[in-house]
């Protein structure tokens, strides 16, 4: 029996290798949609750059996997057995779901499908502990850590109507001060505001992307900066990064915006990498703690409580630099990861082009609701105005006949610095506010709210683009819907049927890749 569990534990681990690759095929979006779209500088660069982040946010994350062990369910109310059954579930689920998602190119959270695949696992294994002892067992609420799973769940979802608002008003203003033209005039007011933007994005460095980090001296650092009053701590930022992008434009005649994109690009990449860790390695590491106490204790995999799971117990050295390696490479060679983050520039170009989603009868109905809306804000506004603000938006710079459709950015690096920055300050308020969120749907709607207020959905593209956010949207949903069912039914039929179950499940989730991986094939082939 101990060398069945031992062939779980390392077959948990093979699957983390795995769900490292399709995670970060997913998660890639996140911080490289900004400087892709704007084009800031060669795809080569922006890949180093990116993969800097990645590693350094990997190798240096504090490794505490309290989501994994006892985040959604209490793990004393699990024997040893029965937890090997949850985490094998769940990873066997996780590499389905986000393959899937990456095949279509559609963005979704791996913080969202990591906690729904645990509290449906949790939830079979403990409705069949339930049916198997009878009267005299404990209702499920014994077994799912309620308050916690809800706070996560809320947060979650409470950040997209959020970020999407933040990136609409944020971005609506941004242009109206700088329009799409250089204005030598404006060149000193446009380095605050790039330094205003490099100061949220570093303090988000600092208190998210640094927050669980093991480099010694950080935490008290990062504590130090949470204990100083906000307005000295940005105050002193924001004097920095004006030298900083004053010296960057005047003494090096550099573009300090494409600066500003880049760093934008390693802050949230290296965060991404710091704190989504746990989605791919979290499960696996806590299956392998796990088997090491069951090991040194002797007893009965079935009469084992898992309540030592509920410690913290930091991951090991290696496990990380070797999880940040594979991230890294997945990011260079994973054409999935090139197809999702396509759908996210596609959705907020500049231009015109061909629209992947196909209009139905709620994006027109959205599209029929803000018109509507539109035209009633308009009645307040004098003429004078609204020929005003349309020549903010105008990109008539007399320069767009110079590059072909297809050369041009999706978007400039305004809206991109926009994009990085606003989703910085969201989630960096989150974080200091202990709230849960995901930081995918935080940069997609930070992304789409900044796409709409930019005019970036004209009258032709408008319907197409909208019913791509629903679509994307829609998808979030079925995330969770999806994630719990499947882990759940995984979960009852190995509790059932038993431990050799497992490599009927693991056989058809190859399979089921290998069907996909020629699915997407095809889809992108230029000849399809």
Do not use: C
Request: proline share 4%; net charge positive.
């Amino acid at each position: 029996m101990p060398d069945a569990y031992l062939l779980l534990v390392i077959l948990l681990f093979a699957l983390a290798a795995a769900d490292l690759v399709v995670g970060v095929s997913n998660d890639a979006v996140n911080f490289l949609n900004s400087a892709i779209g704007s084009r800031v500088a060669r795809r080569r660069i922006i890949m180093i750059v990116a993969s800097l982040g990645i590693f350094i946010g990997a190798a240096s994350s504090g490794g505490m996997m309290e989501v994994a062990r006892k985040g959604i369910f209490v793990p004393g109310q699990f024997y040893f057995d029965e937890i090997m059954v949850i985490f094998i579930a769940v990873m066997l689920t996780d590499i389905i779901l986000l393959d899937l998602f990456n095949t279509f190119g559609m963005p979704t959270s791996t913080t969202v499908s990591i906690v729904f695949e645990l509290l449906g696992a949790a939830v079979a294994v403990a409705l069949v502990k339930i049916a198997e002892a009878g009267s005299g067992a404990p209702g499920l609420e014994a077994f799912i850590n309620s308050d916690n799973a809800r706070t996560i769940i809320e947060g979650i979802f409470m950040s997209v109507p959020i970020s999407f608002a933040f990136g609409l008003v944020i971005m609506w203003i941004s242009r109206l001060i700088f329009t799409f033209t250089k204005d030598p005039g404006r060149m000193q007011f446009l380095i605050i505001w790039a330094a205003a933007a490099l100061t949220m994005m570093s303090y988000f460095l600092l208190v998210k992307g640094l927050n669980n980090a093991s480099i010694p001296g950080i935490d008290v650092i990062v504590t130090w900066l949470r204990e100083q009053p906000l307005l000295i701590v940005f105050g002193s930022l924001l004097a920095f990064w004006f030298v900083v992008t004053q010296f960057i434009s005047l003494a090096l005649k550099a573009n300090f915006l494409r600066f500003t994109v880049l760093f934008g690009t390693f802050s949230l990449a290296m965060a991404f990498a710091g704190n989504d860790l746990v989605n791919f390695i979290g499960v696996p590491i806590a299956g392998f703690q796990a088997f090491v106490l069951w090991k040194d204790s002797g007893a009965d995999p079935s009469a084992f409580p898992m309540t030592a799971l509920e410690e913290k117990v930091p991951s090991a050295n290696f496990i990380l630099l070797l999880a940040g390696a594979i991230m890294v490479i997945t990011l260079w060679i994973s054409k999935k990861s090139r197809t999702v983050t396509k759908t996210e520039v596609t959705l907020g170009r500049q231009r015109k082009g061909h629209e992947r989603f196909t209009p139905g009868p709620v994006s027109k109905g959205i599209i029929w609701i803000s018109i509507s809306l539109f035209k009633t804000v308009s009645l307040v506004i004098p003429p004078g105005g609204k020929s005003w603000i349309n020549t903010r938006f105008s990109q008539e710079d007399g320069k767009s006949g110079q590059i072909s459709e297809e050369d041009r950015p999706a978007f400039d690096l305004i809206r991109a610095t926009v994009n990085l920055a606003v989703a910085s300050v969201v989630i960096s308020i989150a974080t200091l506010n202990k709230l849960p969120l995901s930081t995918t749907y935080v940069s997609f709607m930070v992304a789409m709210g900044a796409s709409l207020a930019d005019r970036a959905w004209g009258q032709e593209s408008a319907p197409a683009r909208v019913a791509g956010v629903v679509t994307v949207i829609g998808g979030w949903f079925m995330t969770a819907i999806i994630a719990f069912t499947v882990s759940g039914t995984f979960a009852f039929l190995v509790s059932k049927l038993g431990l050799w179950f497992v490599i009927v499940l693991a056989l058809l989730a190859a399979l089921f890749i290998h069907r996909t991986f020629a699915l997407h094939a095809k889809r992108e082939s230029p000849d399809k």
